[in-house]
């Protein structure tokens, strides 16, 4: 990615300078002079998140779930083509689906079983007048 306007002048080619008030850096090749001198809105624009970030042991165990249920999906699809073929893989496959599946089953209760734990260990999220903040703040003292 030589040729990329992000890697050699700091900014994403379409940026409108005057709308961010950053300095005007601009290179010697003139490649991404001819984006930045367009007057366009950026592509799109940061919106602070309406939900809090999943606490990492969650978010882990909700990726480790979408890539075993993928790679289930897979999978599957595999064993029902070879079934369709007529190969001889296609009962191995299908055995192999069935206890991919259970394993899926457990990723995704894992996933949930995790978000209950964590929950249980570090509270609710509170609000000001929440019983859980005045419990915490009576444990600090």
């Known amino acids: 990615m030589e040729g990329d306007g992000v890697r050699r002048h700091g900014h994403v ?10 300095p005007d ?4 090749c003139g490649e991404c002079d001819a984006f930045m001198d367009t007057g366009r809105q950026p592509l799109w624009q940061e919106e602070p998140a309406e939900r809090t970030r999943m606490p990492d042991p969650v978010r882990t165990a909700a990726v480790r779930a979408v890539i075993i249920v993928a790679l289930t999906l897979i999978q599957a699809m595999v064993a029902f083509l070879c079934t369709l073929a007529g190969s001889w893989y296609a009962f191995p496959a299908v055995l192999c689906t069935v206890a991919s599946t259970v394993v899926a089953t457990w990723g995704v209760l894992d996933v949930w079983v995790t978000r209950q734990v964590w929950i249980q260990r570090h509270g609710v999220r509170s609000q000001p007048s929440s019983t859980a903040r005045e419990l915490r703040r009576e444990r600090r003292r």
């Open 25 to 28: 850096t601009r290179g010697e």
């Open 13 to 22: 080619p379409g940026e409108n300078r005057a709308a961010t008030k950053q």
